[in-house]
Every structure is written in structure tokens, then in C-alpha cells.
């Protein structure tokens, strides 16, 4: 990586949103590490990135599960070994689980907790630390609407998605006067791998018309570069989401039940 540019890190950089943001982000002329899983895919989606890019930036690939804790060390000594301040940190690896609770696998569900939640957690602390020595940064939360309302059919994953949601909004308001932004994305349902990788695909959502990936990604990517606080995507979404945040809890789930609840598709 080159000292005159400004350094990105986007986990889970290898598809879908985040790999919309880091193609965003060499298109500004930024050095990007994008994080990934260890498989060919990761090589793929970095080859791609390098292939496009026409800032001259350099794309670096860390590959690992963000799950495991002395993986997420590894991630932190990559970013730190770059030797440069960290100008931009996306949150963004997570993946979800379909299907009633009482019949999903609870080992994926905790491993959806340790990659969702306490990786997000173990990342962002000593990038903030770094962050604050050096008066500034950026960090960005991928929530999910999901986090505007119970969520059943999809409890745990719901549920991570509403931790972080609101963990970026505290570390907004600790970090006001430190230069340091924090901005938290919640798409709605958006055309990746999602559905397919949650067992998701026979419900009304798996099945439903969802937003272009880039599309989410770059309003994610301005709000993030606009200093804002959150930003939904599409009016469309907005208005779900601000009435989501209005209904009464039973109300909402239920809204979510029709949408999530296996088989519903048919």
C-alpha cells in the first residue's frame, strides 16, 4: 500500500454490499483491505477489485473467520502492520439464519453471535483506539431494517442486527468530540447471497424484489462520508422502517412474520 492515500478496511469485502463499498472506495482513490472468508471466492472477488480499479490504489486481501477471536487478532495485527492511520472501518461481515428457533441449529446460531456481534465488538475497539490517537476516522455499521422490529423466524439474527444498531449510535454520541464519525447502514431486503446462505429462499422475502447491492452500498458509502448518523436506503424503505419503529412490538412482528416465516413464499 501507498503512504499518500487514505486506507480503508471493509469486512466481509468480498461480496455483496461490501464489496460494493470497496469498489466504492478505490474508486476514490482509497488503499483498501477487504476481508474475507479463506476460499477461492475471496481470490475471485480481490482479482475482480484489482482488475476494475483505475485509481492506481492497492487492494489487499485478509482472509479468515471473523468468528474466531485469535482470528479477528490476526485482522487487527494485518491493519495495524500496514503502519498507517486507518481512515475508514466498515463493520460489515455477518450472515443469518431462517427457520423457527426451536428447530435451528444452535451451533450456527452462536457462530452468527461470535461473528455478528463479539467480532464486530473485538474489531472496533482497538480500531477506535487507533482512531482517537490519531484525532479521526470513519466506521460503518451494517444493521439491517430488520432492527426496527422483532423479528421472528429469524430471532438471533434479528437480534444481532439490533445490538448493532444501536452500539453505533452509543459509540456516536461517546465518540462526538473526537473526531471520529460513526454511521450505521440498515438495508432492506438486498439482492446478494443472503436468502440463499440464511435457508431463506421458499419465504415471501426470499422470494421478493430486493435492492441492487451497489445501490445500498453507495448510500451507505455517502452517508458514511457525510459524517451521518444512519441512513436506510430508498424512500420506500424509510417509510417501512419509521413505521415499523411506530407499531406496537406484537404489530410489527407479526408484519415480519409474513415475510419470514418458511414457506411462505407459496
Partial sequence: MTDQRPFAVVTGGTNGIGLE????????????????????????????LAGENQTGSEVTLWKGDLGRAGQVDALVAAIRAAGRPIEALCVNAGFGLGGAFAETDLARELQMID????????????????MIAHRGGRILFTSSIAATMPDPFEAVYGGTKVFLRWFGEALRNELKDTGVTVTVLMPSMTETNFFERAEMMDT?????????????????????????????????????GAVADLLPDSVAAGVHRGLSEPGSAD
Avoid: C, W
Avoid at 461473528?115 to 487507533?130: E, S, Y
Fill in 21 to 48: 463499498l470497496a469498489r466504492l472506495f478505490l474508486a476514490d482513490a482509497y488503499d483498501v483491505l477487504i476481508a474475507g472468508e479463506d476460499d477461492a471466492h475471496s481470490d475471485e472477488a480481490r482479482a475482480q
Fill in 115 to 130: 461473528v455478528n456481534i463479539r467480532g464486530a465488538v473485538q474489531l472496533t475497539k482497538p480500531m477506535v483506539q487507533d
Fill in 204 to 240: 415471501r422475502a426470499g422470494q421478493a424484489n430486493k435492492d441492487d447491492a451497489g445501490m445500498v452500498a453507495k448510500a451507505g458509502y455517502d452517508a458514511l462520508m457525510a459524517g451521518k448518523d444512519k441512513v436506510i436506503p430508498t424512500l420506500k424503505n424509510k417509510i417501512m
